[in-house]
């Protein structure tokens, strides 16, 4: 990696670069019952980029969660979020045959997408060859962030409390996991009856990874309080931070859009908070001699009116 173009995608401070985007860009997808229709968001410049594969909540799509892919992308990262079978925009009846497996039919969307950086690369204008396939990360919110985790290692527990298959890819280094889920223990008949995959196990999640959680943030899937969302933490090894944030909801202050109607806690500033918090952790994942995490929480715990707390292990 040459000396500027390291500069360029390690850029964190300063004013945004300017991002171009393409979508839908479609990647042929055999079985699936719909080729996988993609958002690319990258810096107009610099070489060498880092990749984020993100994963859209319930019911959105590649068009959502704009205010975290436009900080990310003006801030150094190739951005790609697939529309799952689940999206509003899809339409996918509930008694589909596919239904039962939407839940994997996401994971291997992911998984697709990093099949697919070459295609990628050649369907978006100015793009080709400025990729660096060795710097990937995945990032999620809700059943996105299930899904992203299944790539960092974490697996489904069968009826029986079995780990079910290893969907970890060794391609991806590092993730950002938002209002990620917990164990199953503690399910309402609801989720027992109609989500079997939300048994997670945790215990060979060993990628590091972000895990951001709502300190008011409660499920209608879980008889527990917002501490459900902080098992991601508690029960993964490794390289792990949680971020806490105070008074938040599922929505974290406002990820999945600008004034959208899902939106009960809407924050800009909490917002702000996420989209620098997770561009510094990534960054300082994938490149382990930046400095950028440790400034960043340093300044949240000098920060006389913080709006969330933070733990590492």
């Known amino acids: 990696m040459s000396d500027s173009n390291t500069t360029n995608a390690r850029k964190t401070a300063g004013p945004p670069a300017l991002v171009i985007s393409a979508k839908p860009v479609v990647l042929p997808a055999p079985g699936r019952g719909e ?34 892919a436009d900080f990310w992308a003006a801030h150094g990262f190739v ?44 369907a978006v204008p100015g793009l080709a060859g400025r990729l660096d396939r060795d710097r990937v990360a995945v990032a999620g919110h809700s059943w996105g962030a299930q899904t992203a985790s299944t790539l960092l290692g974490a697996r489904v527990l069968d009826s ?31 989720a027992i009856e109609h989500l079997p995959f939300m048994k997670p196990s945790f215990d060979t999640m060993t990628a590091p990874a972000l895990i951001v959680a709502g300190d008011n943030d409660r499920s209608h899937l879980s008889t527990r309080g917002p501490d459900w969302f902080t098992d991601p933490y508690t029960y993964s090894p490794g390289n792990k931070s949680l971020l806490t944030l105070f008074e938040a909801e599922h929505s974290l202050g406002g990820i999945p859009g600008y004034e ?42 000098e920060d006389p009116s913080p709006l969330g707390r933070l733990q590492s292990k």
């Open 35 to 68: 080729d996988l229709q993609v958002s690319v968001s990258a810096p107009a410049t610099g070489g060498d980029l880092p990749v984020i594969v993100f994963s859209h909540g319930f019911g959105w799509s590649m068009d959502g969660y704009a205010p975290l």
């Open 79 to 122: 951005v790609v979020r697939p529309t799952h079978l689940d999206s509003r925009t899809l339409g996918l009846p509930a008694d589909d045959p596919r239904t039962p497996r939407v839940w994997r039919f996401r994971v291997e969307d992911l998984t697709r997408v990093l099949d697919g950086l070459d295609l990628l690369e050649a």
């Open 160 to 190: 029986d409390g079995v780990p079910g298959e290893d969907l970890s890819d060794p391609r991806v280094k590092a993730g950002v996991l938002l209002a990620l889920t917990g164990l199953g223990d503690s399910l309402t008949p609801f």
């Open 260 to 301: 959208v109607a899902e939106t009960t806690d809407e924050s800009p500033a909490r917002v702000a908070l996420i989209q620098r918090l997770s561009t510094a952790f990534l960054r300082s994942a994938l490149y382990p001699e930046d400095t950028g995490w440790k400034a960043a929480a340093a300044a949240l715990e």
